[in-house]
């Protein structure tokens, strides 16, 4: 089972935004609306910024919304923030299985 | 408070055995999933396997199928990672996480431990 494609890198100035994509198959993402993304800051354990595609956990800002079209989901950062910088992940359900996307690091220009 | 609290850091040798633990509490143990999660240094998230305390249920990934046993003690909710023969390339920091699948939680490994480092070296 392949890894989601993600690009290695985004960045952006405070304020602006970031998109992230994530691209499955017909198998993860295209088949399912189980797309999670996670934040991770150096050396601290992955945080869940977004859950079933769309929606977001109690505490999470609204900068942050997740979208779906076809095998490719997208994360978009709006009025980037010095604290958004960190890597994100993409994680999706394949039936039994989950499987994570590469990772992106998102620097704040 | 819900929470994931992982077992310390581990340093062993090739060839060595290792039980890892993920102690949760907060929350009723059986009514979601515990999946571990592999971060190798300086690389990305790979998921593992899960388990479902309540039964056993246990899928892994391909990857690590038949290199890595997941299971879990319902009695003192504590779900485990472990090895028989720990290999160089075990080396990695270890993650448990809940993932909730009933209608109502979110499906996503929505609380993570704090991570375990295993470290494998001669």
């Known amino acids: 089972q392949s890894a989601l494609t993600q690009p290695p890198s985004a960045s952006g100035s405070p304020g602006q935004s970031v998109t992230i994509s994530c691209s499955g198959t017909?198998?993860?993402?295209?088949?399912?609306?189980?797309v999670s993304w996670y934040q991770q800051h150096p050396g601290k354990a992955p945080k869940l910024m977004i859950y079933?595609?769309?929606k977001r956990p109690s505490g999470v800002p609204d900068r942050f919304s997740g979208s779906k079209s076809g095998n490719t989901a997208s994360l978009t950062v709006s009025g980037l923030q010095a604290e958004d910088e960190a890597d994100y992940y993409c994680?999706?359900?394949?039936?039994?299985?989950?499987?994570f996307g590469t990772g992106t690091k998102v620097t704040v220009l | 408070e819900v929470q994931l609290v992982q077992s310390g850091a581990e340093v062993k040798k090739p060839g060595e055995s290792l039980r890892i633990s993920c102690q949760a509490s907060?929350?009723?143990?059986?009514?979601?999933?515990i999946s571990w999660v592999r971060q190798m240094p300086g690389k990305g998230l790979e998921w593992m396997g899960r388990?479902?305390?309540?039964?056993?249920?246990?899928p892994y990934s391909p990857s690590f199928q038949g290199h890595v046993t997941i299971s879990a003690d319902k009695s003192i909710s504590t779900a485990y990672l472990q090895w028989s023969s720990l290999k160089a390339s075990d080396t990695a920091m270890y993650y448990c996480?809940?993932?909730?699948?009933?209608?109502?939680?979110?499906?996503?490994?929505?609380?993570w431990g704090q991570g375990t480092t295993v470290t494998v070296s001669s």
């Open positions: 994680s999706s359900y394949a039936g039994s299985n989950e499987v």
């Open positions: 907060g929350y009723s143990f059986t009514s979601y999933w």
């Open positions: 017909s198998s993860d993402v295209g088949a399912y609306d189980y």
């Open positions: 996480a809940r993932l909730g699948y009933r209608y109502g939680q979110p499906f996503a490994m929505d609380v």
């Open positions: 079933e595609v769309s």
């Open positions: 388990i479902d305390p309540s039964d056993s249920y246990t």
